[in-house]
């Protein structure tokens, strides 16, 4: 039944499929089915129909700050990195949910627009931006958005307003809510070309020289707590290089866990726990993780 409502509302889809293949940590089970709907219409009835046949479902980006359990999961997960819409009306930028946020952030930049170069090198895309608050070298998504566009549990179309957006460090409306995140709009500043490239450049370069980006990972495995920085507090622990089967702290940055090789979400899951509790012993400062576990 499901596979015939999506070949008729032609939406992409894979079944029985590897989460490995669509989360950089490269971990997981397998999901029954991902669908990748490319428009907002075809999610709604996706949502619909999923709602009507009490299917479970999830949202995915880019996976890059997601990591499925071994099991698998037993639904469809919803991936929007088919919308793709990304455009320009004076200062402001719309970006559909499945654009990349380096795009994005380079789009702003060739348009002589300020605001995005935080996003320049975070592997997401905006969806998962947005959903996450992402940010980075003292930014964050947030800080420009003027409104983003989202489909309600029953596949309505609505826009919420940046403050209703209720966003904070790595927090939004959207973690309440099992709303799926469409197009988001920037409200731009004026800004120099090359200037906002150097900048750019220049925090892609501290990324290549700080993180591990051989390994995947799902990036910074730890929220920052407050008047703390998670990889200093496990880097003093003397943690760097710690292992549980194919899951290590990376002995390049502290903050990350990566997989070697051969990790499971299980390994993940006990070395973080491994991690937040000798922190809590040696620092007592309890760590919070930044990964989300499904
Ligand atoms: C090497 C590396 C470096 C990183 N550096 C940073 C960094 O500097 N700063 C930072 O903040 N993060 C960083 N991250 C983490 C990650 O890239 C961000 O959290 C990013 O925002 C996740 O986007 P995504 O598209 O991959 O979302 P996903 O991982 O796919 O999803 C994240 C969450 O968003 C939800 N979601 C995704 N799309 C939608 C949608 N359309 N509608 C509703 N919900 C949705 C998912 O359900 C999930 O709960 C890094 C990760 C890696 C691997």
Not at 60 to 89: A, P
Not at 242 to 249: E, F, R
Request: include cysteine; glycine fraction near 10%; charged fraction near 25%.
């Amino acid at each position: 039944m499901l596979k015939n409502f999506l070949l008729q509302n032609e939406i992409a889809a894979h079944f029985d499929e590897s989460l490995k293949k669509h989360t950089t940590f490269r971990v997981g089970g397998n999901a029954m089915c991902i669908a990748m709907p490319d428009t907002a219409e075809k999610a709604s009835l996706l949502l619909k129909f999923l709602k009507e046949n009490n299917i479970r479902h999830y949202f995915l980006g880019n996976g890059s700050n997601v990591i499925f359990r071994d099991e698998g999961f037993d639904g469809v997960i919803i991936k929007t990195f088919n919308f793709k819409t990304l455009s320009l009306d004076g200062n402001i930028l719309t970006a559909g949910a499945g654009v990349t946020m380096t795009s994005a952030a380079k789009f702003a930049q060739e348009n002589s627009l300020a605001g995005l170069e935080c996003c320049y090198g975070i592997p997401g895309n905006i969806g998962g931006g947005v959903y996450m608050n992402a940010g980075a070298y003292g930014g964050e998504i947030s800080a420009c958005i003027e409104s983003v566009d989202y489909l309600d549990e029953n596949g309505e179309l609505h826009t919420v307003t940046k403050e209703e957006c209720d966003f904070s460090y790595r927090h939004s409306v959207f973690m309440k809510n099992n709303w799926l995140i469409v197009s988001a709009r920037f409200a731009l500043k004026e800004g120099n070309s090359a200037e906002l490239l150097a900048f750019m450049e220049d925090i892609m370069q501290r990324r290549r020289d700080k993180q591990p980006l051989d390994k995947p990972s799902a990036g910074s495995s730890f929220k920052r707590p407050v008047g703390y920085f998670a990889a200093a507090l496990i880097d003093e622990c003397g943690l760097k290089g710690l292992s549980v089967g194919g899951a290590q702290v990376s002995e390049k940055h502290a903050g990350f866990i990566v997989n070697t090789g051969e990790a499971t979400c299980r390994d993940i899951v006990r070395l973080a726990d491994k991690v937040t509790q000798i922190v809590l012993e040696k620092k007592g400062v309890r760590l919070e993780k930044e990964m989300i576990i499904i």
